[in-house]
């Protein structure tokens, strides 16, 4: 069985920076991608980013390309999300998620997912 836990959340005002940490427990031996996505009020759950867990392949939505980056510590089962330059519209409940098969987008096919963590940025 596998466990994934959020970290890191909170407010923050817009301009402001936050890092998410998504700690992984268990069962991970045949993790293929570690991906974050949102849901913010009201909207659908969207991708944000997502890494291969060997490294690299990495790839982010438009929408926060160029502020948020993230990055993965294989030897404490960990990846991060460091948002910076946060906008008002990056609020939301952001998600850990884990896909163990190769196939498809790397956007699409998480077969784990953590409880999520709450960012909320203010004006």
């Known amino acids: 069985q596998v466990q994934l836990v959020e970290s890191g959340g909170g407010s923050v005002q817009a301009g402001g920076s936050l890092r998410l940490s998504c700690a992984t427990s268990?069962?991970?031996?045949?993790?293929?991608?570690m991906g974050w996505f949102r849901q913010g009020p009201g909207k659908e759950r969207e991708f944000v980013a997502t890494?291969?867990?060997?490294?690299?392949?990495?790839y982010y939505a438009d929408s926060v390309k160029g502020r948020f980056t993230m990055s993965r510590d294989n030897a404490k089962n960990t990846v991060y999300l460091q948002m910076n330059s946060l906008k008002v519209e990056d609020t939301a409940v952001y998600y850990c998620?884990?896909?163990?098969?190769?196939?498809?987008?790397?956007?699409?096919?998480?077969?784990?997912w953590g409880q999520g963590t709450q960012v909320t940025v203010s004006s």
């Open positions: 998620a884990l896909k163990t098969s190769g196939l498809g987008s790397p956007r699409i096919g998480y077969n784990h």
């Open positions: 268990g069962r991970t031996l045949s993790t293929y991608r």
């Open positions: 890494i291969m867990w060997s490294g690299g392949s990495i």
